[in-house]
């Protein structure tokens, strides 16, 4: 099966039945605290509850029904008629012949009713429109599955990308938190010497305006923190305490295969978004064709049956008849509106191949930066490792100064400073290398459920991040109310 085919079928099993093949898998859990929720089980809460894949879902069904509609047309049709009626008539004329009122012979009836039924079947025969809207309808399904596969990754990676944003504003803040402490002590420090006498009073103020500066930093990382719960809330419907932290064991190597054309070929053969505007062309064509049907004749076949009666008093019995046969149409001219609309048609199936163009070069150029940028993030990350070693190097040299006198206060602040913002860019450059690695798998077109269980593997329920709200902020659940949904007829 292509890797097309294999989307359209694997759509197309989604709508309705809220992906029962995850498991829910819950974090262990810590001692005297409340489960810790995992990638795993938040990635099945997205899959039920986000809203935008669920409106997907929706508009897949939609358009599923209607290509039922354009079938109905290819198949028998079945109408009824009934009338009955009530006739009165006033007549003011007379016969000059007769010298009298009335009818000629005197017989008239001027209140009487009448009833009347018809059926009357039809059955196509050749109507090429009719078999061209259904080709369309049929390709349009097919569009819409991709679009819902696509809006499927789009999903698993905002639930991941949410999810490691939290993770990297908790390691982020546990830096500001020790930098804070570590300048705090400086500062305490500081004013001690001052008050012996042996550092001057501007060395003082150094130390005051760097503690500033890290509390505000730390004050700024815990907004951070708590602001990244609420992308998870707007994902899921759902609001999380606290989620698994990351292993430090993560590895970090460059994605496999280990060239950016290969990856290229699996975006050309994968990528939902690509191949939903190839669709496009189709369907296109296929409004082409409907256009230059309308210069072709049809055929039908019909069936009639009628009856009729009225209580007029000098008539008996009723009347009914039935016809059976054929009926063709040949459009000759109709203001020239149906070679207009295969031009209008044309132009449009003409848009679409431009379009699919350009969403061709758009996917080519996105994974090309991607697979670049993961490789970069490989590196970038050992950089970062080393740097946080050498900052902690100069800090400790830097310290050694100070206290024999070749180093001043300023020198210290600073080289503290720089060792908090070395870790701080290792843990952004660690989550930043498993976001892009994300994105590229969804840009190719193969980010599913098991690469999010992969990297699930490595959390662990001795990190857990917990989401600490000021007082009364519960969660407001009628935000994510949206009403009963429409019963269909059926269920009804």
């Known amino acids: 099966m292509s890797s097309r085919n294999a989307i359209l079928a694997g759509a197309r099993r989604v709508p309705g039945a809220r992906l029962r093949l995850l498991p829910l898998l819950v974090a262990a859990a810590l001692s005297s605290q409340a489960q810790a929720a995992d990638l795993w089980s938040i990635a099945r809460d997205a899959l039920d509850n986000n809203a935008d894949l669920a409106s997907s879902r929706a508009t897949y069904q939609s358009v599923e029904e209607a290509r039922n509609v354009e079938r109905g047309d290819l198949l028998p049709q079945i109408d009824a008629t009934a009338n009955a009626a009530n006739h009165r008539t006033f007549e003011s004329q ?213 009856y009729s009666d009225n209580d007029v008093d000098y008539l008996e019995g009723h009347n009914s008849g039935a016809e059976i046969g054929l009926r063709a149409n040949l459009p000759i001219f109709h203001g020239g509106s149906t070679s207009a609309q295969v031009r209008s048609n044309s132009y449009q199936l003409e848009a679409a191949q431009y379009d699919f163009e350009s969403q061709r070069r758009q996917t080519t150029q996105q994974v090309r930066s991607l697979y670049t940028q993961v490789v970069n993030d490989v590196q970038s990350v050992e950089a970062q490792r080393q740097a946080i070693v050498s900052n902690r190097s100069a800090l400790e040299a830097t310290r050694s100064g100070y206290e024999v006198g070749t180093r001043n206060i300023v020198d210290v602040l600073q080289a503290e400073q720089n060792l908090y913002d070395a870790q701080a860019s290792y843990a952004e450059s660690r989550y930043t290398y498993v976001t892009d690695l994300l994105a590229l798998r969804r840009e190719s077109g193969i980010l599913d459920i098991g690469a999010l269980r992969t990297l699930n593997d490595w959390l662990k329920a001795d990190q857990t991040v917990r989401l600490n709200l000021p007082e009364g902020a519960g969660s407001d659940d009628a935000m994510m109310d949206i009403g009963e949904p429409p019963v269909p007829p059926s269920e009804q």
Do not use: C
């Not at 809006?151 to 944003?165: G, I």
């Open 94 to 306: 007379s016969s000059a012949a007769g010298g009298g009122g009335g009818a000629a012979g005197g017989i008239s009836d001027d209140d009487y009713n009448s009833a009347s039924i018809g059926v009357e079947a039809t059955q196509a025969l050749f109507d090429a429109t009719n078999w061209y809207q259904l080709k369309r309808s049929e390709n349009q399904i097919d569009q819409q599955a991709l679009t819902l596969e696509q809006t499927r990754q789009q999903t698993l990676y905002d639930v991941a990308n949410a999810y490691f944003q939290i993770l990297q504003a908790r390691d982020i803040l546990a830096a500001r938190v020790a930098q804070e402490k570590a300048i705090g002590r400086q500062l305490e420090q500081a004013k001690e010497q001052f008050q012996v006498g042996l550092i001057a009073i501007t060395d003082v103020h150094e130390a005051q305006a760097s503690f500033d500066l890290a509390r505000a930093q730390r004050i700024a990382a815990e907004s951070d923190l708590q602001v990244s719960f609420e992308a998870l809330e707007r994902l899921t419907g759902k609001r999380y305490d606290s989620i698994e932290g990351l292993s430090d064991d993560l590895p970090i190597e460059s994605p496999e295969p280990g060239n950016r054309n290969a990856w290229v070929s699996l975006a050309m053969e994968n990528n939902p978004t690509l191949l939903a505007t190839r669709e496009g062309i189709d369907i296109a064509q296929d409004s082409v064709d409907i256009a230059r049907s309308g210069h072709l004749p049809t055929l039908g076949a019909y069936a009639d049956y009628n």
